[in-house]
């Protein structure tokens, strides 16, 4: 399976066509496990608009899954120590409105470690209005560092490539093979557009494992 994405080249800001190979089958292919969105499915969005402050009133306490035990580190953002929470998958979608300012590991994608792309998203807007957690994620170009820390390892990824994708397109759940390098994928929403008060599109950004190690 491969995409379009638009690489970034190290130290610079223009950018390049290419293709990057998403590791391991498609969805419905022979060899791709866990359960993946129906063709309905959309990627995670909050409506948290730039510069507006909103109020989630008397929703139901989110669905997450506290014990992960995982925080996220991102040197080029200033990010360290960022829980990461689990939120399951519902009717095709997922509720990250009260993720406030942890991740968000979008099951079922797998944990760093696993085999298969770990998907991971957190705001670009919080509920006042003001940037959240991801809210620099394009700063991030080709060769930076992310971190995940979980059970007693660090798992180092480096960024290699960006795209703007749709909210339909769920192609970065596709799962990596056997002996392929394990992919992370960071999403949030990008493109405000404040006529339907939600977002036109995603920012993914993708990282390929360099190795773990422990004790960082």
Request: glycine content about 12%; charged content about 15%; hydrophobic content about 35%.
């Amino acid at each position: 399976a491969s995409v379009r994405w638009s690489k970034v080249r190290q130290g610079s800001s223009q950018s390049a066509e290419s293709r990057l190979t998403v590791y391991g089958p498609r969805r419905g292919d022979p060899g791709c496990p866990g359960r993946l969105p129906d063709s309905g499915g959309r990627l995670p969005a909050s409506g948290f608009m730039p510069g507006a402050s909103e109020n989630l009133g008397s929703l139901p306490p989110a669905n997450f899954n506290m014990e992960l035990g995982m925080h996220l580190e991102i040197p080029r953002l200033g990010l360290s120590g960022m829980p990461i929470v689990g939120v399951p998958l519902a009717d095709g979608t997922w509720d990250v409105l009260q993720l406030g300012d942890s991740a968000g590991l979008l099951q079922p994608s797998r944990a760093p470690g696993q085999a298969g792309n770990s998907v991971i998203t957190a705001h670009v807007t919080d509920i006042s209005g003001a940037d959240g957690p991801f809210a620099q994620l394009g700063a991030l170009a080709a060769g930076d560092n992310i971190y995940v820390h979980a059970s007693g390892q660090v798992y180092a990824y480096q960024v290699q490539a960006l795209k703007e994708a749709s909210p339909s397109d769920l192609s970065i759940f596709n799962e990596g093979a056997a002996g392929e390098p394990q992919v992370l994928m960071l999403v949030t929403c990008s493109s405000p557009n404040h006529t339907t008060h939600t977002y036109d599109s995603r920012l993914v950004v993708q990282a390929v494992m360099v190795q773990p190690t422990s004790g960082r």
